[in-house]
């Protein structure tokens, strides 16, 4: 089994002891990407749209650092803190994907990194 680790100056740097995505074989596993800028390491301004765009142009990031893209993408793990902003990862997803889209599950958080309210984790095969 060979385990490449995946970096790009494009989305932000780990705040822990983890890679921004690990290659192995024929699957990238994405660590979540959080609403951080990745110049500044803050968390973007403005509102929960916001933070799932700018989440989701951070995976993107990474996707492409993989030599991929995100139709190679076939799973996505969501994390909101409230559910009830759900339809706003549609309306985010339906721009960025094609289908089929991609397996996903979402998971209703008390709290994330940074403050955040968004974070997204993704699957690919390559």
């Known amino acids: 089994m060979s385990i490449k680790e995946i970096y790009t100056k494009n989305a932000p740097e780990p705040i ?9 074989n024929n699957l990238v596993f ?21 933070q799932i765009q700018c989440a989701f142009n951070n995976l993107k990031s990474v996707v492409e650092a993989t030599g991929g893209n995100l139709s190679n993408v076939v799973k996505v793990t969501i994390y909101l803190t409230d559910l009830a902003h759900f339809s706003l990862v549609n309306e985010e ?3 960025l994907f094609t289908t089929p889209y991609p397996a996903r599950a979402a998971v ?9 309210d968004f974070a997204v984790e993704a699957i690919l095969s390559l």
């Open 30 to 50: 994405l660590s979540a990407q959080a609403p951080i800028v990745p110049e500044t390491m803050e968390v973007i301004e403005g509102g929960i749209k916001e």
């Open 108 to 116: 209703g958080v008390k709290a994330l990194p940074k403050g955040t």
């Open 93 to 95: 997803m339906e721009k």
């Open 16 to 24: 822990g002891t983890y890679s921004q995505a690990i290659h192995s």
